[in-house]
Each structure stands twice: as structure tokens, then as C-alpha cells.
């Protein structure tokens, strides 16, 4: 708790940024999201968009596990559904850039209250064990229909957005930045409606919620809804940012990265799923970059990064679960709180 | 319908499912005891498989020395694993433990990949390889030993865990923690113990598995299957390893040979979701544990 935020009226009590600095602090990162396009390399805007769609994704997970307590190992099944969805409309319809990636966010949103359904007779791993299988089905599907294109999967044409075809990360990096902002955005403000804080009641005790006239089951599948249309939206982004999909983009070990992400950023926050999936995916680049820094001296390097890549990852989900359970987020928190108290208390 | 080829391909089920079940009972002994859900047990078993391989191909030992080589090795594992990752964990939520071991599964397949390399690897022979009939039906020599190894591990198990003062422990921490304290019994070394054995009879599974299909750095995919078999079984029962490792392997072999080998996932997995809409505690599991 900090001293001398004293508030006079309900607006500013409501404030989702309640002090000056903050809103500071989020205009100049603002101007450095819009300006970054026009300093940085190609590399670096791919890293970006990729770290945006990553963010949006692990945002809506974060959603369903960390703010109403369900465990979805589907997620990245759930982006394929939207990835795909996309690339039908695109290449059989025809229909407009944003107008496909809502569509292919609402139908993904559909599938998720599918696959929810379960969740109100199994729960906890039950119901993590059910994401798993209904990932099998949805990638058994997808590579037997022949909407979908097979094994081969569906390459798509650059997406247009005013008349300009949008094929470099430069151009990509225009949608895609601003649509993961507004999803965090509206992230952030669910947990401060209702619904929100009906996750949230379900998530601390099912049982108790209900008594307090929370209907479980349409809650649970709101939570599913929401969380897959956020996973259905990244998805798309996806989709027309690698330009093809196929029933191996979106393996088990995504759904695990995306639970990774929020685990390691920390659950149950906005700033968490933000922090989590930026860290998890940079990880692997500053690995690259390490093995490119050790092959003058030890010319294998190269070769053992793959598998050095999975031994981090896991020892990273390990080590922040038996060391820092609440993640990026809290240590986010600590040194916050330093500057809050300092010089009163070090 | 062709009698003789329905009986072989049922005989190929019943061997890989004797496989499901040794694993099974491996994964099922864990949570019986600790309540942990390990999703490791793949990765447990694929490490057995290697461990064989680097004993056997890499220090030219005989099977007979490499076999428990492979075996201690997946119980160092397990007490290294129980008393480094899993105790630590203890009182953390399900989910907490549960992500763990999926962590582990990734340390170890990236371990095996660091030292082994990544191409699939065929373990030396060591069983005889005489052809093998019964009535008619012909059956692959490695398949029928591995099923009969995998039977004698289970019955070894299922024996131990009645009439051994370990098992008994084990059964007694299963049915209620608290009063096997009071009781007199060590819990935390109940834990270990189950890990320990655990983990040695996945990672003697792995050699088997190794020996009929070969190993690979994705082996671990067997966990999967596994984990239908303990959800199908009911996840703290023995005999429901048993009868679903069995299950399972049948319906596989069938579902491979009559629709193609990657329909064999989408059936076990739609099996599991009709048993987990259905009877969600499994076919012989206790009902409680629908609460977890």
C-alpha cells in the first residue's frame, strides 16, 4: 500500500492507471510502440510481432487458468482453429482482413464452448487431460479435411488492409501491435466487471460461488469463450503472419509454451501473461545468439541448440514453480515496492 | 472375416497393451502415493530405453548387465526426482506438480537428445528371435517376451504391493495419510519408495519398448497413450492399469489395421473422453478422486 493516494472522486478510484507516473510510464511506451517500426531491423520487428501474438494468446489462456482456475492444455489447438478459419475465409470468401480475423475469432470462440462443456463434470487435471484429446480431435480434423487442405495444410495470400498488401513484418507490425494492445487492454478491464470478478470467485471456490448465485456452468463456458476467442484472434494474426498452416503448426508443446508463459509471468495477472510470454519467447533467440557467441570455440554449438532449448524450457517451468510460483509478475511487484518505500525501508 | 489374421492382430494388441499396462501400473503407483499426476513417465521410460542402449552399444555389456543398468538408472531418477522436484512441491497444488513433471519430461527429453543426439537408435538384440505360433497365429518373438516379461513385472508388482511391508505402507499412505502417521509409518520414505520403484519399472518397460520398436527422442509420445490407459483404468487402481493398458492395445492394433495408423489416437482419445464424460473416475478407480 503506498502513502498519500488519496482519492476524491469515483473516477479516479475506478482508474485502471491510478498514478501520475504510470501514466507516464504507458504514454512513452506507447510512442516507443509506434515508433519502433521505423528504427528497428526486419529481425527485430519479426521478434516483436511474434512476441505480440504470443502475449495475446497467453493473455486469453491466462484468462481460463489463472483468473477462473481451468486448466487448458488446448490452447494452441484453439489457435489452430482460428488459424484456420482465417485461411478458408481468405482464400475461398475472399472477405476483408478484419472481418476474417473476428469471424475466424468468433467460430474459434464456438469450438471453445465445446470443448468446455466437459468442465462442469470433470475439473482440475480431469478437465486438462480433456483439452489434450479434444487437441487430438481438432488435429485429426484438421489434417483429414479436405477444406483444410491435409497434411499439407493452406497457404494463404498476403492480407490488404486500404490497398496495401501487408507481407513484411514492417507492414504486419501495424494490425498486429495495436490488436494485441486492445486485447490486453480489454483484458485488464474484464477482471473489473461482473463477469470478471465471477472467474475470479470461481477460480478461489466453486462451491462458494455458486452459493453466491454464480451460475457455474455459464460462467465456465464464458470463461472458455473468452479465452478461445482471444486464442482464435492470435491465431489469425498468426496465420497471416507466417502466411501458412498446417496440422503441425500447432503441436501439444505450444499449448505447453502458452501454459509455461503465464506460469513463468505469473498467474491470475494481466502484467504476468505480458511478461511470461515476452520472456518465453525472447528465451529462445538469446540461446540462439549464446551459440552463435560459443561457435569460434566449440563448433558444435549449433547442433546441441535444439536440445538445449528443451532442457531450459522445462527447467525454466520447474524452477519458477519450486522457486518463484507467482512469476515474473511478483518480482515485477518487489522491486516496485522497493521504490514505494524507499528510502523508509530498504 | 479372416479368423487367423483377426486373432494375430488381436495377439499384436495384447502384447503392446501388456506394455500400457507395466507403464501404467508405474504411473498409477505414483499417484496412488504421492497424489502426483506424472506426465513424465514417458520421458522416465524413454531414458530407461537409452540407458540400456548406452550400456549395451556403448560399454559392450552384455543384456544381462545392461537390463539392470537401465532398471537402477530409472530409479536413481525417480529418488533423485521425488526428493529434488516433487518433495519441495508438497502441499502446492495439483496443477503446480502436474506443470513440474511436464517440465521434467522436457529437461529429460533434452538431456537424451544432448548426449544420445537426435536420430532414432535400434537397441542390440538380445531375445531370441525364433518365430513363435500359437495354434496358427504367428507372433512376433520380441512382442510375445515382451508381454510375458511385462506380465511377470506386474505380477511381481501387484504381490509386493499386498504382501510386502513396503506395499502394505503404501496402500495404508494411499487409503489416509494421516493415520498411516500415526501409525508408525514413515510417509515421506512411502513417497520415495514409490517413485524409486516407479521410475525402475517404467525405465524396464523402456528397454522393452526400446527392443520392439526402437528409440527415439520422441518416445516420450508413449506417455500419452499411457495416460489413457490410467484414465480409462481409473487412475489409482492396479488392476485398472491392467485391464485398460490391455484395452487400449487391443483397440489400437485394430484401429490401426482397419483405418490406418493415425486413427489409432483419435480413438483412444475419443475412448477417454466418453470415460471422462461418463465415468470420470475411471472404470475401477475410487469415486472420490473425482473431486481433485
Redesign the interface.
Known sequence: MRIGTLKTSYAADEALFDTRLQKLLLVLALVAAVLFPFVASPYWLFLACLCAINVASATGLNILTGYTGL?SLGQAAFMSVGAYAVAVLEIHVGTPFLINLLAGALVTALVGIGVGI?SL??????L???T???S??LH?VF??WSLTGGARGLSMPPATLFGVALDQPFQLYWPIMPVTVLMVLGAANLFRTRIGRAFIAIRDRDISAEVLGIPLLRYKLMSFAVSSFYAGLAGGLWAYFFRVVTPESFPLVNS?FY??AI?VGGMGTVLGGILGAVFMTMVPEVLKFAAGMVTPFYPDALA?L?????????????GF??FE?HGLAEIWCRIRRFFHLWPFKT | MDWLFLTEVFLAGLGAGALYAVTGVAFVLIYKATRVVNLAIGEILMLGGYAFFGAAAGWHLPAWIALPVAVLSGALVGAVVERGLIRPMLGESPISVFMVTIGLGSILAGFVQVVWGADPLRLPEFMPSAPIFLGEAYLAPKVAYGFLAAMLVLAACVSALRFSRGGVALKATAADQGAAYSVGIDVPRVFSLSWIVACAVAAGAGVLVGAIGGISPTMGVFGLSVLVVVIVGGLDSMVGALVGGLLIGVVEAFAGTFLGGEYKFLVTFSIMILVLMLRPYGLFGTHEIERL
Open positions: 486448466v466437459p463434470r470433470v475439473k482440475g487435471l480431469y486438462a487431460i480433456a489434450i484429446a479434444a487430438v480431435v485429426f489434417s483429414h505447453i501454459l509455461a506460469i546441441l535444439a536440445p538445449v532449448r528443451t532442457i531450459v524450457f522445462g527447467a525454466l517451468i520447474v514453480l519450486i510460483p
